[in-house]
């Protein structure tokens, strides 16, 4: 079935046209009119924009991209390939693809692994990001998010700021010609 159709029929099935999805998922009405048009491709689209239209839709992002491509790879994609790690340590190589996340796990302890399997979908990776932040409804998010220059809470963003480091433990993402190591990581103030 024709993916266009397929997002055409969600937003009948939620009565939305462009304008009220924009209204309703906080999405500038431009974005979403170039993106659902075809005038915007979606690797311009911000992660953030992404994730509130799919999560306003029910949707992963992993379908709504596959929903709005128009015959075009996305460049720049939701999330950078990484190496995961404890420590400075390296734990699993992890690809993040169009349509799943594939991980080379090196050392299967269980203390030092997040993921459970060889490849997940991008829902499961997006869920596992989540994990890796604050809790959404503290009530000084506002506050910390401002500390890494975001204004709303997004695990792909976040993560992106935070290398997904977390106080208990060890873990942490290191992205693509980074030297960073654990050490400078931890004296970090935005980390």
């Not at 709303?152 to 030297?179: A, L, R, S």
Request: glycine fraction near 6%; proline fraction near 2%; include cysteine.
């Amino acid at each position: 079935m024709n993916k266009d159709i397929e997002l055409y029929e969600r937003l009948q099935a939620y009565n939305l046209n462009l304008h009220l999805l924009s209204k309703r998922s906080g999405v500038a009405y431009s974005t979403v009119y170039n993106l659902f048009t075809g005038r915007k491709d979606i690797g311009d689209a911000t992660s953030d924009s992404l994730y509130r239209i799919a999560r306003f839709l029910g949707m992963t992002m992993d379908e709504l991209y596959h929903s709005l491509e128009h015959n075009d790879r996305m460049d720049g994609r939701l999330f950078p390939d990484f190496l995961l790690m404890w420590g400075d340590e390296v734990i699993s190589s992890v690809q993040v693809g169009d349509t799943d996340v594939h991980i080379d796990r090196f050392i299967l302890h269980p203390v030092k692994q997040i993921f459970y399997a060889d490849t997940v979908s991008h829902f499961e990776f997006g869920e596992i990001l989540r994990r890796r932040c604050w809790d959404e409804n503290r009530p000084d998010m506002k506050t910390l998010l401002g500390m890494i220059g975001l204004n709303e809470f997004n695990p792909y963003e976040i993560c992106k700021k935070t290398h997904g480091k977390m106080v208990q433990d060890m873990t942490w993402f290191k992205f693509e010609g980074e030297t960073l190591t654990y050490a400078e990581l931890t004296r970090r103030k935005d980390a």
